[in-house]
């Protein structure tokens, strides 16, 4: 079972991620 703490955790990996492959993606598109 998923806990509180374990989605939240999850979310912010995924908006790190998120965040991250912009910041990629607009550096190779310059």
Known sequence: ???DY???I???IALLASVLA???GS???Q
């Open 27 to 29: 550096t190779l598109y």
């Open 22 to 24: 912009i910041k990629l």
């Open 10 to 12: 999850i979310l912010l």
């Open 6 to 8: 374990q989605v939240y």
């Open 1 to 3: 079972m998923i806990s």
